[in-house]
C-alpha cells in the first residue's frame, strides 16, 4: 500500500522588514512551505531613508525588490497584501490584497514582523503637517517639502514669511531626527550654496526640539554629547526639555522649562516615536497576550507567545527592552526560523534569544558621526568612515552597493545632491498647502 505524501510544514512569514527577510532566508533549504506577505513589493533598508529624503539616494537604492532578493528559494511563494487579523484556533491569517479581495492563508508556524509605526502620542493630526519618515512615500513627501521650502523663500518678497520658508523645525532627537537635522544644515550651508539669486540661505534655520535631557539618548553619554557639539558648529539649533504642543501649517508650540513659544516655520519633521501597528493589537487579542504601551506583545523568551508556541513575534512587535534597531530584527528573525528547523529535527530550543549588540552608530554630518561599539566609542571622521562600510555591507544587492558609494562619492566629497526632483504633483501639493497657484500642467 503506497502511502500519502506527506504536507510539508507551512511557515507564514509576514512582513519583507529586516526581521522577515532574515527569517525567510534562514529558512531556504529547511523542508518547509514559507509563505511570506508582505504590503509592499519591496525590503526597505530604513537606516538610508532619509537621505532619500535629502536628495543622496534614490528610492530604488534603498528599496529592492523583494522577489528579486529572494528569487532563488525554491520553497517561498510572495504574496502581496496586508495581514489585518489572525484566527489562532483555526492557524490562519486574514490577508487584504491591494484590490480589496481577503483571503486566508494557513499555518504550522507564524512569524510576525511587521516592524513598527510612527507615534504621534495621540495627537494624530498632527501629522498633516508634520509628516513622519518611515516608507518609501514618507521619503518622497518630504523631499518634495524640503526642497519646495527652497524654491517658495526664493519666490517670497515678504521677509517674514520668507523666513518661515527657511525654518525646519524636526521633532524628536534620535537617529532620524539628528540625521534629518545634519542633512538640511549641508543642504543649506554647502550643498545649496550660490544657486540661488534673491533667496539667503545662510538665513536658514534648523531646530530639533526633543522632551528629553539629550540627544540621541539610546546613545552613551560621551556619544549624546559629541553629536550635540557637531549639531551646534552646523548651526541647528538644539532644544531639549522642550514638548511639542501643537503644530500647524505655520508653525509649531512648544513647551519647556522657559514657558511657551511658537514657532514659525512652514516645513516641520516628526521623528519622535513609534509604536506597534494595529496588527499587533489583534494578534494579542486573540492569543490572549498582554502588549506594552506601545502596543508591543510581550512574548516568551524564544520569541514565542505564551500559550502559543507556533506564534513568533521578532523586531519592533515584540516587548523585549531591546532598541529599535534592524540587528535586533536580524538577529530575532534568524532565531525564529531556527527554532522551527530545530522542531522540525526534533530538537527543541535549549537556549532562549539573546541579542548580539553590535553597537549604535548615527551619522551627523559628511565626515562626522558617532558609534558606540561595546565599551569603545568612535566620533569624528572615524565614526562617520565605521557609519559608511557597516550600512555598505549590510545594503541588500550588489548593484545597490555600488550605486550607493557613487552617489556617496558625489554627495560628500562634492557639493551635489543627485535626487532633486518632485513631480509636478508633488509641488502643485506644495503649492496648495502654501495657498499660492499651483503650477501649470
Do not use: C
Request: net charge positive; no cysteine.
Amino acid at each position: 500500500m503506497t502511502e500519502a505524501p506527506t504536507t510539508k510544514h507551512r511557515v507564514v512569514v509576514v512582513g519583507a522588514g529586516f526581521g522577515g527577510l532574515f527569517a525567510t532566508k534562514t529558512l531556504r533549504r529547511v523542508p518547509v512551505s514559507v509563505t511570506l506577505i508582505n504590503g509592499t513589493t519591496y525590503h526597505l533598508f530604513e537606516p538610508l531613508l532619509y537621505q532619500v529624503a535629502t536628495g543622496i539616494l534614490s528610492e530604488g537604492e534603498v528599496a529592492p525588490p523583494v522577489r528579486e532578493i529572494l528569487r532563488h528559494h525554491d520553497n517561498l511563494d510572495i504574496q502581496l497584501g496586508w495581514v489585518t487579523d489572525v484566527d489562532v484556533a483555526q492557524k490562519t491569517v486574514l490577508v487584504n490584497a491591494p484590490d480589496g479581495r481577503e483571503r486566508r492563508v494557513p499555518y504550522d508556524s507564524l512569524i510576525v514582523a511587521a516592524g513598527a509605526r510612527n507615534s504621534y502620542f495621540g495627537n494624530d493630526g498632527f501629522a498633516e503637517h508634520a509628516p513622519s519618515l518611515k516608507n518609501i512615500d514618507d521619503a518622497l513627501e518630504l523631499r518634495s517639502r524640503i526642497f519646495h521650502a527652497f524654491e517658495m523663500a526664493e519666490l517670497e518678497e515678504d521677509s517674514e514669511a520668507r523666513q518661515r520658508w527657511l525654518t525646519f523645525v524636526l521633532i524628536g532627537a534620535g537617529p532620524t531626527g539628528v540625521e534629518m537635522a545634519g542633512q538640511i544644515a549641508e543642504l543649506a550651508h554647502r550643498a545649496l550654496k550660490g544657486q540661488y539669486r534673491h533667496a539667503d540661505l545662510t538665513q536658514t534655520r534648523i531646530i530639533l526640539v526633543d522632551a528629553a535631557d539629550r540627544v540621541l539618548p539610546a546613545f552613551d553619554p560621551p556619544m549624546s554629547h559629541a553629536a550635540l557639539k557637531r549639531l551646534s558648529t552646523m548651526g541647528v539649533d538644539v532644544r531639549l526639555n522642550t514638548r511639542v504642543v501643537d503644530v500647524d501649517a505655520d508653525g509649531v508650540k512648544v513647551d519647556s522649562a522657559g514657558g511657551g513659544e511658537r514657532i514659525e516655520a512652514r516645513t516641520k519633521i516628526w521623528a519622535a516615536g513609534v509604536a506597534a501597528p494595529t496588527l499587533g493589537h489583534r494578534i494579542a487579542e486573540a492569543a490572549g497576550a498582554e502588549t506594552d504601551r506601545a502596543g508591543r506583545i510581550r512574548v516568551n523568551p524564544d520569541l514565542t507567545i505564551p500559550g502559543h508556541p507556533e506564534i513568533f513575534v521578532v523586531g519592533d512587535m515584540a516587548a523585549l527592552d531591546l532598541p529599535g534597531v534592524a540587528q535586533v530584527a536580524m538577529q530575532g528573525g534568524r532565531y525564529a526560523a531556527r527554532v522551527i528547523k530545530g522542531r522540525l529535527a526534533g530538537r527543541p530550543p535549549t537556549k532562549p534569544f539573546r541579542y548580539f549588540d553590535k553597537g549604535n552608530m548615527a551619522t551627523i554630518s559628511r565626515f562626522s558621526a558617532v558609534a558606540n561599539v561595546g565599551k569603545l566609542h568612535f566620533s569624528g571622521v572615524l565614526g562617520w568612515l565605521m557609519w559608511l562600510g557597516v550600512h555598505l555591507f549590510y545594503l541588500i544587492g550588489f548593484k545597490n552597493k555600488v550605486t550607493t558609494l557613487m552617489h556617496w562619492v558625489v554627495t560628500f566629497l562634492g557639493r551635489g545632491r543627485p535626487q532633486r526632483i518632485a513631480t509636478t504633483q508633488q509641488i502643485n501639493a506644495r503649492n496648495a498647502l502654501s495657498r499660492t497657484p499651483p503650477v501649470p500642467s
